[in-house]
């Protein structure tokens, strides 16, 4: 895993962290998923899973989404 892909990594699970912590999701943290997903770096395993369940729970309702 090189530097870029480490701190995607880290980036990643901060804002999944703080998410699963609170219950809500930001703007902030949505657009921050966002510019992660569409950036240039490759995502492993792991951080798709965890996108994928935050995706999930948002369509299910289970995280409030503030501004």
Known sequence: MNKSSLSTSTDIQRIVNKIYA?????????????????????????????ISEIINRLNNGWLKVID
Request: proline share 0%.
């Open 22 to 50: 609170t219950g809500q999701i930001t703007r902030a943290d949505q657009q921050g998923l966002t510019a992660l997903i569409f950036s240039d770096q490759v995502l492993g395993l792991k951080e798709c899973q965890q």
